[in-house]
């Protein structure tokens, strides 16, 4: 996964003056090592040796230098937003278990009935296979690769969002409801009878943002029609690697072009009613899309101003966009 403090890398001053220490915003809490850090949330984070769990207790704590915990807010990803109090406490209540669960997102394939790439229609759920993967495994995210789905009514989607939510509530007790992931990159291409679109490289050849963002729109309520929240889209690789295979899900070459589209899809799949919108996720893993050899998937050889330069730019600019998720 990509982290925000890669960002870091490129902050460093570029001249040998003396930089000056800039004033950190009024919400950035700044730790000091040598001094103790109070808490504001009420809850309060021991760790237990015995089940290596965390037990919540309603009073305030001071977390000393050297106290590791997995939800210490000295460390750099809690520094800047202090995550809401019942967040800390949902996810301080859960076993190390139900935590990988929660970072664990396995295909439809290994729930339904059939084999993988090859299921069986009508797609149906497997009782047997939902015990293991809640049960057993936690697991806190499904997506559909296609391979073996195929395209599914509207009806029967539902059908299946429903049974997946029903089975995590049978089979788990921390109340946490499973996220379903899908790819609608031009349109919702599982769903029988949805509105398709141009790739990628299609929508920019237009240089329309707005007719991109309303595409988006489109492709959101359809995907929320299917039962669906989260939409695997858009793709932020550029393309400058011909020989690579998916250089038609890219909006093209021009770093400026590229982010004004991401931009359209980003507000038209979130910026909407709460009934008509989609988690929007900016993919792939930075410079993925250029491989040295073409091939999907294989090492990529990027000097640093080129990444700066052309791939990185739009990855943080989609961050003030508010886009809900990245994908690798």
Not at 12 to 36: G, I, L, S
Not at 176 to 202: E, R, S
Request: glycine residues 6%.
């Amino acid at each position: 996964m990509f982290s925000c403090s890669v960002f870091s890398l490129f902050s460093q001053p570029k001249t040998t003056k003396t930089p000056v220490k800039a004033k950190p915003p009024k919400f950035v809490e700044v730790v000091e090592d040598d001094k103790q850090l109070e808490v504001e949330p009420q809850a309060k984070f021991d760790r237990v040796e015995s089940n290596v769990e965390y037990v919540i207790r309603d009073e305030k704590v001071i977390l000393f230098e050297g106290e590791v915990y997995a939800l210490d807010l000295k460390l750099p990803e809690f520094r800047h937003v202090i995550p809401d109090n019942e967040v800390l406490k949902k996810v301080a209540s859960l076993s190390v278990k139900e935590l990988v669960g929660q970072m664990t997102q396995i295909d439809l394939a290994l729930i339904c009935d059939g084999d993988i790439c090859a299921l069986k229609s009508p797609q149906t759920l497997v009782k047997e296979k939902l015990q293991t993967a809640f049960e057993s495994y936690a697991v806190g995210s499904v997506l559909n690769v296609g391979c073996g789905s195929g395209t599914i009514s509207r009806e029967r989607w539902i059908e299946i969002q429903k049974d997946i939510q029903i089975a995590n509530s049978d089979f788990t007790s921390h109340n946490i409801p499973v996220i379903f992931g899908i790819d609608a990159i031009h349109g919702a291409n599982y769903t029988k009878g949805a509105t398709l679109f141009p790739q990628q490289i299609g929508q920019a050849a237009m240089w329309n943002p707005d007719l991109i963002q309303k595409a988006a729109q489109i492709t959101a309520y359809d995907v929320r029609a299917s039962g669906i929240h989260w939409n695997f889209s858009p793709v932020l690789d550029l393309g400058r690697q011909p020989l690579w295979s998916r250089f038609f899900e890219t909006y093209g070459e021009d770093v400026m072009l590229a982010e004004a589209c991401t931009r359209a899809a980003i507000l038209g799949y979130q910026d909407n009613k709460p009934e008509f919108r989609v988690a929007a996720c900016m993919k792939h893993f930075l410079g993925y899309s250029y491989p040295l050899s073409g091939k999907d998937r294989t090492p990529a050889w990027i000097d640093n101003r080129t990444l700066r330069e052309y791939y990185l730019p739009h990855f943080p600019r989609s961050n003030s966009f508010w886009c809900i998720n990245y994908h690798d």
